[in-house]
């Protein structure tokens, strides 16, 4: 049998989590998931309250529009404006069942079999797997000693099939917060060679700086060039609810349409209400859970000496995640089902965010760390630190 989804690999998440099969933690030493990117508790009690009323309601049970409810798409035209300083309008925005399917219906309406989408590396496994079973070649771009995409190498991968350009800021899987001058400057490459530059700001929420994050709406005619994803996931703490956003010109979305239609036809109604609710109630709470994630970013950082002791660097940190360096001779694709027996600790190996045989790969992890508090993020470097493995080179 041939089939597209054979085009790709296996989900990474779903693959870990078989590293668990078998394995007990006894009480004093539980579990330590640093897998997934989920936030550690549920919705405020406010939003839980306002779904819960919502479910009364009849038209919450339906197929709403297929670009999204009006009210969400004018409430969040209206957030979007006020947080980048620029007009957005309504039209400007279609509502999906999550960032990756705002991925999804992007590619779609962007690219044929064959067409090429210039793709930092790590990369975020979703998008790669995406562009496999869509027949699009990823073209693989790497990072700087700061892992910190460069212009100029994008700007040499660029070729006639080439549609656009995709950047993560803040970034998954390595945490890097992208300065907006860098971002401005692949929005200028961009524009200059007619391709898109397709934004991903799952995490924008959650950056560290107080600087604008970039200043790419300010721009004339930005929705010709600029494509972002947007995903209400974290920051309302509602990953089941499924509920993410583009903004694009609206001839775009309306090829995002036919995408939108012929899969989920319309994003979850209760998640869209929440969405909605979230955008006007909990600006205060975010900024909140915005800190909180920032003070769990300094834990890693207060109490990743005692790891650097031991050989381990930190390379990126921020938002969501850090990507971090072993010192072992094993790879970290060996590493990680050892680290789940022997330290009670899940981790992903980075050869998840990589191409096959990428020679990064054996030393790198990704480490998921908002589902963890600070206590969490101390004993998981208490027990990275303790490990006695054989180092490379010895």
Partial sequence: MNSSTQLTFAPPIPAARKWLDGVTFSPDRPLINLSQAVPADPPPLALQQVMAEALKYPETHLYGPVLGLPSLRETLAQSWSGFYGAPVHPDQIAITAGCNQAFTATIAALCGAGDKVILPVPWYFNHKMCLDMSGVIAKPMNLGADLLPDPDIAKGLISPRTKAILLISPNNPTGVEYPPALLHSFFELAR????????????RDFHSGTDPVHDLLKQADWDQTLIQLYSFSKSFRMTGHRTGAIFANAAFLSEVEKYLDTTTICAPTLGQTAAEWGLRNLTNWLADQRQDLIDRRAAIETHFPKLAAKGWQLRGVGAYFAWVTHPFAESADTLAPKLVTEAGVLLLPASMFMPEGDPNA????????????????????????????????A
């Fill in 192 to 203: 200059d060679h007619g391709l898109k530059l397709i934004i991903d700001e799952t995490y």
């Fill in 362 to 393: 054996p030393r790198a992890f990704r480490v998921a760390f908002a589902n963890v508090d600070a206590v969490g993020i101390a004993e998981f470097t208490e027990r990275l630190a303790s490990l006695d493995w054989p180092l490379a080179g």
